[in-house]
């Protein structure tokens, strides 16, 4: 029964992926020109504040300039569109972004106007899951055996 269950929640999990268009930060160059969600860690941050748009990047899969794509918004344009400061609330979590994937001077971006394109992954999601499930089943089987002893 444990191996069912852990069975079809991952089948669960992997048509939901597959569903949103999912794909990991190291596969995005295959990517270029399509609209996907883009999943990764977010290793590094970089608020240029200074500048006229104040432009925001976040470092998917790798530091920057080692980034396998950046998150890019113009953060003082679009300041009203996120209830958080993105580059201090996603640096070192796993995230997902959505949007259209293109090139600046060869490196993949995905430009964010909204904080609705942005996903925080909750860690260890499936594993709390499973945990749910069996505790649950746990209790249903109790319930059981203290009816038939009544």
């Not at 569903?19 to 860690?41: A, H, M, P, R, W």
């Not at 909750?122 to 009816?147: F, R």
Request: glycine share 6%; aromatic share 12%; hydrophobic share 35%.
């Amino acid at each position: 029964m444990k191996y069912t269950l852990t069975s079809i929640l991952l089948l669960l999990v992997l048509q939901i992926n597959a569903q949103n268009n999912q794909i990991n930060s190291v596969d995005v160059e295959k990517y270029i020109g399509t609209n996907q969600l883009v999943c990764g860690k977010i290793f590094s941050t970089r608020y240029l504040r200074d500048t006229k748009q104040g432009v925001m990047f976040l470092n998917m899969g790798g530091s920057y300039p080692n980034q396998h794509v950046a998150g890019v918004t113009w953060y003082k344009q679009y300041k009203q569109n996120f209830t958080y400061r993105p580059d201090k609330k996603l640096k070192n979590k796993n995230i997902c972004m959505e949007g259209y994937i293109e090139t600046y001077r060869g490196r993949p971006q995905i430009f964010i106007f909204n904080e609705s394109q942005i996903k925080i992954i909750v860690q260890n999601y499936l594993y709390a899951l499973l945990i749910t499930s069996e505790l649950k089943i746990a209790a249903l089987n109790q319930e059981q055996n203290h009816q038939q002893i009544l």
